[in-house]
Structure formats: C-alpha cells, structure tokens
C-alpha cells in the first residue's frame, strides 16, 4: 500500500521560501507519476508540479513555472518541492500525490494516493 506523508509547510513572509517534502512508502515506484496539488479555502484542489519517478521528467503549472523546483531522491523514496518568491497566492494546503501509469495527469481525481497535506502560509 502506497503511502504519503507530507513536512516542511509553515508561515513565510512574501518573498520567502519553504522547501516541502513528500516521503513515499510502498513502493517501487517506476511507472507513478508523483506530483504536488495545492488547495486554497473554497477552491478547487490544482496540480503546483509533478515528475515521473523513472524518468525524472517534470511538469510546472504556470503558477510555478520559474519560482518552484521539483526534485527527487530515488534512494530515499522522496519528492521535494522548493518554493521560491512566495506571495499571498500560494497560501494553501499542499498535498503530495501519486498514481500508476502513464503521463503526468493535471487533474487531481486520476491520482489514486494522497498524503494527509501540509499547510503553507505566506504573509504579506
């Protein structure tokens, strides 16, 4: 059983930065597309970036693309997401996710396996 547990959120001014981590049991992984959702109150739950564990490729949503950097440590089993020049915008609950088979699926309902979230505050 694939399992997910998410650290490293908490309240940062604006500009600021958070590195979260996303520890990942059960597996091995080749062939999961890992990724990192966010969830702001009363909104829809978004993909923020996700990788293919084999092949390291990554995906950035627009929100992230030149602020964040996905990572991951095979010999560990964990992902990383490093948050630069956070605003108030990236206030939310991160959720690390995970899914056998193919692609680098954007919407939330095609991910099988979710960790229990890590709350991420920016202050302005």
């Known amino acids: 059983q694939v399992q997910l547990v998410e650290s490293g959120g908490g309240l940062v001014q604006a500009g600021g930065s958070l590195r979260l981590s996303c520890a990942a049991s059960?597996?091995?992984?080749?062939?999961?597309?890992m990724s990192w959702f966010r969830q702001a109150p009363g909104k829809e739950r978004k993909i923020v970036a996700g990788?293919?564990?084999?092949?390291?490729?990554?995906y950035y949503d627009d929100s992230a693309k030149g602020r964040f950097t996905l990572t991951r440590d095979n010999a560990k089993n964990m992902m990383y997401l490093q948050m630069n020049s956070l605003n108030s915008e990236d206030t939310a609950v991160y959720y690390c996710?995970?899914?056998?088979?193919?692609?680098?699926?954007?919407?939330?309902?095609?991910?099988?396996?979710w960790g229990q979230g890590t709350q991420v505050t920016v202050s302005s």
């Open positions: 996710a995970a899914r056998s088979g193919y692609g680098i699926p954007t919407l939330s309902r095609f991910y099988d396996y």
């Open positions: 059960g597996g091995p992984f080749n062939g999961y597309a």
């Open positions: 990788l293919r564990w084999g092949s390291g490729s990554v």
